[in-house]
């Protein structure tokens, strides 16, 4: 694949950044340069917004649903087709293996069918009000709505948060994350293909603090859609807060596994493993703490480290178990949690292999599993970002709540029990946004309403629900007599 430069995309024309500077994209399996992008300041923003207000008050705001639903079809279909395209780019962007990056292309058509096929089935009450009067409530877009997305999922991301937006009638502008951004501005050109009028989406690529700030603390924009790290949301929540602006934020997680003695362990395995390593733990909502009944603690530790010798570390195209890490800076943070490990009197349980082939320029991390560590440890309570999860004992239904709960985050939690009532009981009892039983996977859950409680966030995408975080409820109370 030959090097590219690539543009923002403002009112349907693909431009470079007003003051012509370029960012550099490197490949994290060897380090090459990929592509460049264009490095965006405020200027760029304010022509973005302003695009995007212009497209709700011509073609694109005065389109039906059922035709803004007709139109995220196409673009759905339009990802499909380009399918081998936007997967081959995703891995050598994100460092991510093939398979991972075709099931996030899958996930982004799938995001584009379901949003389409809502557009047209948002609708709101008539309310019992007073004599002589009709009241009814109606759903409409916020307006322009900024997207400010990470480089971990920017398939699945764009997908969740566009799609909603989108077929909610609201105009946007994207500002996907420096470290990995090629497939949204791909994706960005299929959208145009499928007709999407001029203005509806816009994207302006560049560094966090410069494009991301200036996006942020805009005063055209009417709605925020933010995933990212913690401290970030807070940045932006702050700028949010000074427009009076609505957010959403979905952050950081640790989210947990917890394991009863009469869990299916044979069904389990591979999602305690998998949850922990998918995207190289690179995943808002991987399963960082395995969390195990006593009983049967040393032989799921001794299951999931014998799955751990076997995973494969290599390049993206190569499609093994775990790629590189996104960046070496990214690498150099998950090895400094490992080597804390070492130095705390904490086990490593097992570690995978880096395979001899991966060039010496690549951000490669050996997934590891921690063991003996305590629950106040930094590895417990600090979202790794990494291939690196950490194993523990439980005794009894209560000290595995107290363990879930005892982060700063809540997320997901994945439970592991066949008792019926421990299901339920401990489903109510977890702080977090999303409780899987007897699975796990937040991923591909198009259709399950998706965010975290405390310090993962607030808000909703994903499912039905995020179609009512991209609106405003009007209320028309009408005298008749
Ligand atoms: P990050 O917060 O550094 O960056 C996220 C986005 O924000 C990027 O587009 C970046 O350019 C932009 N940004 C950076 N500084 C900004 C600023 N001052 N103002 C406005 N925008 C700014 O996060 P990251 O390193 O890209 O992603 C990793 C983190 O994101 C992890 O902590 C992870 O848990 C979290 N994450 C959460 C979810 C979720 O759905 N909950 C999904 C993916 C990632």
Same mark, same amino acid.
């Given at each position: &694949?030959?090097?590219?430069?690539?543009?923002?995309?403002? %009112?349907?024309?693909?431009?470079?950044?007003?003051?012509?500077?370029?960012?550099?994209?490197?490949?994290?399996?060897?380090?090459?340069?990929?592509?460049?992008?264009?490095?965006?300041?405020? $200027?760029?923003?304010?022509?973005?917004? /302003?695009?995007?207000?212009?497209?709700?008050?011509?073609?694109?705001?005065? &389109?039906?649903?059922?035709?803004?639903?007709?139109?995220?079809?196409?673009?759905? $279909?339009? #990802?499909?087709?380009?399918?081998?395209?936007?997967?081959?780019? =995703?891995?050598?962007?994100?460092?991510?293996?093939?398979? /991972? %990056? @075709?099931?996030?292309?899958?996930?982004?058509? @799938?995001?584009?069918?379901?949003?389409?096929? %809502?557009?047209?089935? #948002?609708?709101?009450?008539?309310?019992?009000?007073? *004599?002589?009067?009709?009241?009814?409530?109606?759903? $409409?877009?916020?307006? #322009? *709505?900024?997207?400010?997305?990470?480089?971990?999922?920017? &398939? /699945?991301?764009?997908? @969740?948060?566009?799609?909603?937006?989108? %077929? &909610?009638?609201?105009?946007?502008?994207?500002?996907?994350? $420096?470290?990995?951004?090629?497939?949204?501005? =791909?994706?960005?050109?299929?959208a145009e293909e499928a007709g999407l009028p001029h203005g509806a989406l816009n994207l302006v690529t560049g560094t966090g603090e410069e494009a991301g700030a200036a996006l942020s603390g805009h005063p055209g924009i009417n709605h925020i859609s933010f995933t990212g790290s913690v401290a970030t949301g807070a940045l932006v929540q702050a700028a949010a807060a000074r427009n009076a602006v609505p957010v959403t934020l979905e952050l950081g997680g640790k989210s947990p596994q917890l394991v009863f003695a009469d869990a299916d362990l044979d069904r389990a395995l591979p999602f305690l493993v998998m949850a922990g390593i998918q995207n190289a733990g690179q995943t808002c909502s991987a399963s960082s703490r395995i969390l195990v009944e006593r009983s049967i603690y040393e032989e799921v530790a001794a299951r999931m480290a014998d799955a751990y010798r076997k995973l494969k570390v290599g390049p993206a195209l190569s499609d093994l178990d775990v790629g590189p890490m996104v960046s070496r800076r990214q690498k150099d943070i998950v090895e400094g949690y490992i080597g804390l490990a070492e130095r705390d009197g904490a086990r490593l349980a097992a570690q995978g292999t880096i395979v001899p082939e991966a060039p010496a320029g690549g951000a490669y991390v050996t997934p590891t599993l921690i063991r003996d560590v305590t629950p106040s440890h930094r590895l417990v309570q600090e979202e790794i970002f990494g291939p690196v999860q950490v194993i523990m004992p439980f005794d009894g239904e209560q000290q595995a709540i107290d363990l879930a709960n005892g982060t700063p985050y809540g997320l997901v939690c994945g439970i592991w029990t066949n008792d019926g009532g421990r299901q339920f009981r401990l489903a109510r009892a977890i702080h977090s946004g999303q409780v899987f039983i007897n699975n796990y996977g937040a991923g591909g859950g198009i259709e399950l309403p998706f965010g975290g409680v405390k310090r993962s966030g607030h808000g909703r995408e994903k499912g039905f629900e995020a179609l009512y975080g991209f609106a405003t409820t009007k209320t028309i109370s009408i005298y008749h007599g």
């Open positions: &694949m030959s090097k590219r430069t690539y543009r923002n995309y403002i %009112a349907g024309r693909w431009i470079d950044a007003a003051d012509g500077r370029r960012l550099e994209i490197l490949d994290p399996s060897d380090g090459s340069h990929l592509a460049d992008i264009a490095r965006s300041g405020s $200027e760029d923003v304010d022509r973005a917004v /302003q695009a995007a207000r212009t497209s709700l008050a011509g073609d694109w705001g005065r &389109m039906s649903a059922t035709d803004r639903g007709r139109i995220l079809h196409r673009i759905g $279909e339009g #990802v499909l087709k380009n399918i081998n395209l936007l997967a081959e780019l =995703e891995a050598r962007d994100v460092g991510k293996p093939l398979k /991972q %990056a @075709r099931a996030d292309v899958e996930a982004l058509a @799938r995001y584009f069918e379901f949003y389409g096929a %809502a557009a047209d089935k #948002v609708h709101g009450d008539t309310i019992p009000y007073r *004599t002589g009067f009709t009241a009814i409530t109606l759903y $409409e877009p916020h307006g #322009v *709505t900024a997207h400010i997305i990470p480089w971990n999922y920017p &398939m /699945q991301i764009i997908g @969740r948060s566009l799609g909603a937006a989108l %077929a &909610m009638g609201n105009a946007a502008v994207v500002k996907p994350a $420096e470290e990995a951004c090629l497939t949204v501005i =791909e994706f960005t050109r299929i």
